[in-house]
């Protein structure tokens, strides 16, 4: 199973609002829409590690940090962003990682 | 940084995945059109960037770039309704609720509203069942603001922040703000009044520091009962804003200098109120506080900001327009702690900074906590 780590994201988020919409209208039930978004996470699961390639460095201060289930949720202050494209500055960020090696 | 073809890939593969999933179900295929069109506008919305999948979708993306783009929001704003009264409305909640974003201007500089602070608030004070508060903005060019209307009667509003970002923003309380005029009966309206406010929008020739307008505006349904409560208006034109309402309500005009008397200072300094007028205010003003947004009228400035000030708990709403939670979704390789120095390895992230979509295949970072 992937993880659900990315339905909150404006791709899952938009996902999650158009499946409760058609829930709403009744168009479909809620155990469809729980496995379009179990296929939504193993597609976007797949896609970041197969189509995705690229390099991000940050830099900031550490305001908070919680490991809890072996996921890391960090908050950092005037953080900035840097790609080889770009510079992107934050004054805060939150950060969730799940496990990268899951399944070891 | 994210392209675009990567978000659609995703979406085709999961759209492709499902259509199985959706036919052991017996659902109709048109239902998995709609959720994808569904998926894609509210991208669409978030971006800046995006193309259409569809074709219907594309010439509709045509047609709007020939327009401006405010035009186009207004087609996406008459689609919508178009596409309302076709569905059935239950009578739960007959909550109307618009948005009205901040300004859009590219060429003024005024800020009007932050919306993040406008949501900020919204989502910080528990909205009673009595009121919530919607500001409405009026840059000087007005911008429509998209609904979605839902099933339930709950208008799903998407304000569109001064960047672009898009906020889907589904209240929980009835509040009517209406910039245009939205003839949204309910069907078997016994409680449901229209509400229609109709705004002049404001001159062209407004300098950015007295432009700002704002006029928060209540109105509550509850049962039977509907009111209305406009707070101060800042605005060289007070007359602008008109409260019309069909049914229970009750149209209310000029509704800033009705109201401006009643709301006081609290921390006025050498103020000639009584210390019997303020404590009865302040529950009003409480409430109003909770209701209302930055007021720009000249009452309303010396009043409501030092309560404004304490309503607001983050220091972000100085630097930034909205309210984005940078969020960052990732997995961790490693991370790594020397005494306060921490490193931190990541992979397969999204990111969402300022508003905008980014992804990376692997991230390092430092911070000294």
């Known amino acids: 199973m992937a993880y659900q780590l990315y339905r909150n994201t404006t791709l899952g988020n938009s996902l999650q609002e158009s499946l409760d919409e058609l829930i709403q209208s009744q168009q479909i039930t809620p155990q469809l829409a729980l496995q379009v978004l179990l296929q939504f996470d193993k597609a ?16 900031g201060s550490l305001n908070t940090y919680r490991f809890c289930d072996n996921v890391w949720t960090f908050v ?29 | 940084m994210v392209e675009p073809k990567l978000y659609r890939s995703v979406i085709e593969d999961v759209i492709n995945d499902v259509r199985d999933i959706f036919l052991d179900d ?10 994808k069109t569904l998926w894609e506008n509210k991208l669409m919305q978030s971006r800046a960037v995006d193309g259409f999948h569809s074709e219907e979708q594309q010439l509709l993306l045509q047609v709007q770039q020939q327009h401006q783009p405010q035009q186009q929001q207004h087609h996406h704003h008459h689609h919508h309704q178009q596409a309302q009264p076709q569905q059935t409305v239950p009578q739960q909640a007959q909550t109307q609720q618009v948005l009205i974003p901040a300004s859009q201007q590219a060429a003024a500089p005024q800020v009007i509203v932050p919306d993040s602070k406008l949501i900020q608030h919204m989502n910080a004070s528990n909205m009673s069942a009595a009121a919530t ?3 409405l903005a009026l840059p000087a060019g007005v911008t429509p603001v998209q609904q979605i209307l839902t099933n ?9 922040a001064a960047n672009g970002a898009q906020y889907i923003f589904q209240p929980q309380q009835s509040v ?30 407004i300098s950015p520091q007295t432009g700002v307008i704002i006029q928060p505006q209540q109105i509550l349904f509850t049962g039977n009962k ?55 205010e302040e529950d009003y003003d409480d409430d109003e506080e909770e209701d209302k947004e930055k007021d720009g009228a000249e009452d309303g400035q010396v009043e409501e900001e030092p309560l404004n000030s304490e309503d607001d708990v983050s220091d972000e ?53």
């Open chain 2, 317 to 369: 709403e100085g630097q930034e327009l909205f309210d984005t939670e940078n969020v960052v979704v990732c997995q961790y390789d490693k991370i790594h702690r020397s005494k306060n120095k921490w490193k931190f390895h990541l992979k397969d992230g999204i990111m969402n900074l300022n508003g905008r979509d980014y992804i990376f295949s692997k991230a390092i970072g430092d911070a000294e906590w």
């Open chain 1, 44 to 59: 976007i699961n797949s896609a970041l590690a197969q189509r995705v390639r690229n390099r991000v460095n940050f830099r």
């Open chain 2, 26 to 35: 017996g659902v109709d295929e048109q239902v998995l059109m709609e959720l």
């Open chain 2, 176 to 205: 009517v703000l209406q910039q245009q005029v939205i003839p949204q009966m309910q069907p078997g309206g016994v409680q449901a009044p229209v509400i229609q406010q109709v705004l002049a929008p404001l001159p062209g020739g």
């Open chain 2, 133 to 135: 508060a919607a500001t």
């Open chain 2, 226 to 280: 509907t009111q209305v409560i406009p707070t101060t208006v800042a605005a060289p034109t007070p007359a602008q804003a008109q409260i019309t309402a069909t049914g229970q309500q009750q149209p209310q005009a000029q509704p800033a200098q009705q109201q401006a008397p009643l709301v006081l200072q609290v921390d006025g300094t050498g103020d000639t109120s009584s210390e019997e007028d303020e404590d009865e």
């Open chain 1, 76 to 104: 950092l202050n005037d953080v900035e962003f840097r790609e080889v494209t770009e510079l992107i500055k934050v004054d805060k960020v939150k950060i969730v990682a799940c496990d990268g090696k899951r399944f070891f």
């Open chain 2, 152 to 160: 339930s009667g709950q208008l799903l509003q998407v304000v569109r």
